[in-house]
């Protein structure tokens, strides 16, 4: 039976079809038919499935929104199919299925999420991911795929640091994975006259956001921009750049079972890869610890008191000098910053902005980009806490790597060898103006 369903893709959506990877991340501007890719995808698919009792599922923010945007266009695509006896449409359960070889497509809101579970996934869809919670793909969806080797595809317009934007960056560094982003220029689904008059009636960071698709775009709140943390990752100085410059290590050692532990080095603008340990007690942590000493030699180590007692306590029983910085202490300049951490944080932000490099990291770069600040009622500068981004991006992560990074602007610090040779000529100048009535001698 050959019967067609009217669907011609564009020219970008022809290339989203043509992609392998398991999981697609796409990145899209308004209004040029990103849900018409999903449910183009979903339905090829589901025709073509030769597994026994094949399931896809379309899955945005809300079921209302999904009712609304794809359940009407998915049964108005296969009404040819409808009325040749091809397919059963069910309202009620919202779901479509191929009467050829059984397979279905249901429809979800990630607000009932839970009704995803138990289900195995061939395929699946989630559209507008800025705004879908990250428990939904992390510990709903993603094990619905797991067992019959299920694909994704991400489909979404930036909006500031959220899941999607976790999931591009990583995308772009993950095999199986891959990353693609599509302004209102790469589509030409808008008239041209209509995108100038959006650039010029709309502000230049909603303009970019909306239909550059620029993730960096983000809310003027954002501490560090994403577009800072881009450029910070492409510099690299060589080590004579940085030879007179100290080295420090930051520890940020893990406060619960899911974080991790981090160690970062950095010598003037040149930030190191972090090394990182999961799963590891504070004396293990220590022993680590210990052996980057003796390794890179720092000038200064600096460790978060927090949670960090015991490697403190242990790195100073092994006659490490380490010093202790809690995050929520008094800050050195209390007048400019409500506690440490939020003090360290500017700093770095400024360090970054001023040519610091940092490994070319998407985690990194998405930490250092997460926290949004604000002044308290008396001008202090506040910073995020770890427990205010997770609980406003739920699911995120804690951003360990960036505190750790952060610590290593705790203190002013000054390289040893320096030290050194300042004690050492001031001593011989001293020496040179002191009278010896027996130097003659």
């Not at 339905?43 to 094949?54: N, R």
């Not at 009620?92 to 999420?113: C, T, Y």
């Not at 891959?178 to 689904?189: E, G, H, L, N, P």
């Not at 510099?235 to 004579?240: D, E």
């Amino acid at each position: 039976m050959n019967i067609n369903l009217r669907y011609s893709p564009r020219e970008w959506q022809k290339i989203c079809h043509l992609e392998k990877a398991r999981f697609s991340v796409y990145a899209v501007h308004r209004r040029a038919g990103k849900s018409e890719l999903g449910i183009a995808e979903l339905v090829d698919k589901a025709i073509k499935s030769e597994k026994e009792l094949s399931m896809f599922s379309y899955i945005a923010p809300f079921l209302r929104q999904a009712k609304a945007v794809a359940w009407s266009r998915l049964k108005t695509w296969v009404e040819p199919l409808r009325r040749a006896g091809a397919v059963e449409i069910n309202e009620g359960e919202l779901f479509i299925k191929f009467k050829h070889n059984q397979a279905v497509i249901r429809i979800f809101g990630s607000d009932n999420a839970e009704a995803l579970r138990g289900l195995r996934l061939d395929g699946a869809v989630l559209d507008e991911v800025s705004n879908i919670r990250p428990e939904t793909w992390q510990d709903v969806v993603q094990p619905c795929l797991s067992d019959r080797l299920g694909w994704c595809i991400f489909i979404g317009t930036p909006s500031g640091i959220n899941l999607f934007s976790q999931l591009y960056y990583n995308a772009l560094e993950l095999d199986d994975w891959t990353a693609k982003r599509f302004t209102v220029y790469d589509t030409q689904s808008i008239h041209p006259n209509e995108v100038e008059r959006l650039r010029r009636d709309m502000s230049e960071s909603s303009f970019a956001r909306e239909y550059l698709c620029d993730f960096s775009a983000a809310g003027d709140d954002q501490l560090i921009a994403l577009a800072d943390t881009e450029e910070a990752s492409k510099r690299i100085y060589q080590a004579t750049d940085v030879k007179h410059s100290p080295t420090i290590l930051g520890i940020d050692p893990a406060r619960f079972g899911d974080d991790r532990s981090v160690v970062f080095r950095r010598q003037g603008r040149q930030a190191y890869k972090p090394v990182v340990y999961r799963g590891i007690d504070n004396m293990e942590l220590a022993a680590r610890v210990a052996n980057l000493i003796e390794e890179h030699d720092p000038d200064a180590v600096f460790c978060d008191s927090g949670a960090g007692g015991g490697v403190i306590d242990r790195l100073r029983q092994l006659s490490y000098d380490v010093i202790e910085i809690p995050f929520g202490g008094k800050a050195t300049k209390p007048e400019k910053y409500i506690n440490r951490r939020s003090e360290m944080w500017w700093l770095m932000k400024e360090w970054v902005e001023e040519g610091g490099a940092i490994p070319n990291d998407a985690a990194l770069k998405q930490e250092l980009s997460t926290p949004i600040y604000w002044y308290d009622n008396i001008g202090r500068r506040v910073l995020e806490s770890k427990d205010q981004i997770k609980k406003r991006l739920q699911g995120a992560g804690s951003p360990d790597l960036a505190d750790a990074l952060a610590l290593t602007f705790a203190l002013p610090v000054a390289k040893k060898e320096m030290e050194d040779i300042y004690i050492k000529r001031r001593r011989e100048t001293k020496s040179k103006k002191d009278y010896d009535p027996y130097k003659s001698f």
